[in-house]
């Protein structure tokens, strides 16, 4: 799989979006708290994957 700059951005702005429902969802329902924070877990560690592999392509952060 190629490594773009769009794809990086992309993996962020999914991060922020989930991190937003976390925090909206977690005020009414507490019961999913854990399964929120695997989620986010998910998100957070494709990220990183995603940056690590940009920056050995192109020694670039963004």
Request: proline share 0%; hydrophobic share 60%; net charge positive.
């Amino acid at each position: 799989m190629t490594v773009t700059k769009a794809r990086v951005i992309y993996g962020d702005v999914i991060l922020v979006i989930a991190l937003l429902a976390f925090y909206f969802l977690t005020k009414q329902f507490t019961e999913n708290v854990l399964a929120m924070s695997l989620i986010i877990l998910l998100l957070v560690g494709r990220s990183i994957f995603w940056h690590i592999n940009w920056y050995k392509a192109t020694g670039k952060i963004y």
